[in-house]
């Protein structure tokens, strides 16, 4: 039987619960998200400080919450870490003097362990945590901003490339145990000096030559690697600004941009960005995830002691103590989730209706591949499809307005003020953006159907194409 094996089990079940903890995250990250974009939708509509307390506070419950479930998840794996490197360890060295293992074989191992050891407690270790769920973040990012959504995909799909390249377990990676060697043998040397008291100048300045002989290809290798290492992150740092200048000028173009308001561009664009920043962590530090999976092959080669009858005979090791982070990482969630509700219902956010409105905005009217080009472009598919599509869209957009406006009257008949104040202002920011796009759609249809009017001898009747009054109506 492996010796870590047993072991391994219980580090993968430990990177599972801080990947729950990290997608606790992502989630009142999103919350943050979501709220700024209230904040900045209510203050382009001149609403008072007082008016975005409620928001402000949905913020700062969010950012404190992600802050001690992130400090619970830290304490998870640094304790794992020196679990790691003191407790396994131990039962390496002891597994490898019993076996009588060469001095070589045995710094190997235990560099195995300490090399697994600095990447459980790296920041690495949590940005691995949390890229499915940066994945999971940029893919529904397609039902919001079309052309966020294809910038943001295509740069997490090169930081992906790039990272899952650098994982490789290359010769380079193989050599993850050189700077143990070349300090057991550099020792070593020091120690042989030692025995001559009295000696010679000439003679110490050949001791430190042989010392040096000792370093040089740790030296060789560490300064290869901090240079890949350098056009690595410059690599990934201008993948991020680009991605990021994209979707700055991506955000108003489009037919999504007249479907979101600018506070939504700007979160959209923000948590994006985020996105891509817990995967660029991964494709610059690929090279420690390498070294980390050879020592793992390394430890995965030690074979466990068997008594008389054959059977595994397992070193006893003390499990790490992980209560207390496990305890606070939970407390901390359920005390943001009741924290958030109680300044829903406190302030009676309409949280039901953002989520309704944001999900009628994209889903009804969300453009397929056909319409969007349809809308751009000069019509390939043909004027009658193009008219047919628009029609459909408009009457979609008529059909949303209508509701606005009866959400409007219902919130006028309700008795609070300050909830209301906010509510009517996300009425008539959305429907502004809706008169807008009616107003670019019937301008195309125009231009559709002059060229079908004048056309001399055709005898199809197309209707007019005018605003409704509910459109220019104001709902607030």
């Given amino acids: 039987m492996r010796l870590c094996q047993p072991y391994f089990r219980a580090l993968a079940r430990n990177f599972a619960v801080v990947s729950l903890l990290s997608g606790v995250m992502m989630a009142l990250a999103l919350v943050a998200a979501a709220a700024l974009a209230q904040i900045i939708d209510a203050r382009l509509a001149h609403a008072t400080v007082a008016e975005l307390l409620p928001h402000l506070a949905v913020i700062a419950i969010a950012v404190a919450g992600a802050m001690l479930v992130r400090l ?24 490898e003097l019993w076996l009588g293992a060469d001095n070589r074989h045995r710094l190997r191992s ?17 940005a691995l945590a949390e890229a499915p769920w940066a994945l999971f973040v940029v893919a529904g990012l397609w039902s919001i901003h079309l052309n966020i959504a294809v910038v943001a995909s295509v740069a997490l799909l090169l930081l992906f490339a790039l990272a899952v390249f650098g994982s490789r377990v290359t010769d380079t990676a193989l050599q993850f145990d050189l ?3 070349a300090d057991a043998n550099g020792q070593s040397v020091l120690q ?23 370093q040089r290809a740790h030296m060789a290798v560490t300064y290869r690697g901090l240079q890949r290492q350098g056009l690595r992150q410059a690599f990934v740092h201008l993948i991020v600004a680009t991605a990021t200048g994209a979707m700055a000028f991506a955000a108003g173009s489009g037919t999504d941009a007249a479907k979101v308001s600018t506070g939504g561009l700007v979160a959209t664009c923000l948590v994006a960005f985020c996105a891509l920043l817990v995967v660029s962590q991964w494709a610059i530090d690929a090279p420690i995830v390498a070294r980390a999976r050879a020592a793992r092959r390394q430890l995965a080669t030690l074979r466990a002691a068997r008594t008389r009858a054959g059977e595994a005979r397992l070193p006893v090791i003390a499990r790490p103590d992980l209560r207390a982070p496990l305890a606070a990482g939970f ?9 958030l509700t109680a300044a829903v219902v406190h302030w009676q956010l309409p949280v039901g209706w953002i989520l309704r409105e ?8 969300l453009p397929t591949a056909r319409e969007a080009f349809a809308f751009s472009s000069a019509s390939p598919l043909g004027d009658a499809d193009e008219i047919k599509n628009l029609g459909a869209q408009l009457a979609g957009y008529r059909m949303r307005l209508t509701e606005l406006q009866h959400d409007a009257e219902k919130l006028g008949r309700t008795d609070t003020v300050e909830p209301q104040a906010n509510s009517l202002r996300a009425i008539e920011a959305s429907a502004s953006a809706l008169t807008a796009s009616m107003h670019a759609i019937i301008g195309r249809l125009a231009e559709l159907e002059r060229p079908v009017a004048d056309a001399p001898g055709t005898s199809v009747a197309t209707s007019p194409r ?7 109506k104001d709902v607030s």
């Fill in 358 to 365: 944001r999900l009628a905005m994209v889903t009804p009217t």
């Fill in 72 to 95: 619970a998840r830290d304490t998870l794996l640094n304790r794992r870490r020196i679990w790691l490197e003191h407790d396994l360890g131990e039962a390496i060295v002891a597994h």
């Fill in 192 to 214: 042989r000096a030692y025995a001559h008291t009295g000696a010679s100048v000439d003679h110490a300045r050949q001791v430190a030559a042989q010392w040096e002989s000792t």
């Fill in 179 to 181: 700077a143990t060697t």
């Fill in 466 to 472: 005018t605003l409704p009054p509910s459109a220019a």
């Fill in 110 to 126: 235990r560099a195995a362990v300490s090399t697994l050891a600095r990447f459980t407690g790296s920041p690495l270790a949590a």
């Fill in 331 to 339: 407390f901390a969630t359920a005390a943001t989730a009741a924290a």
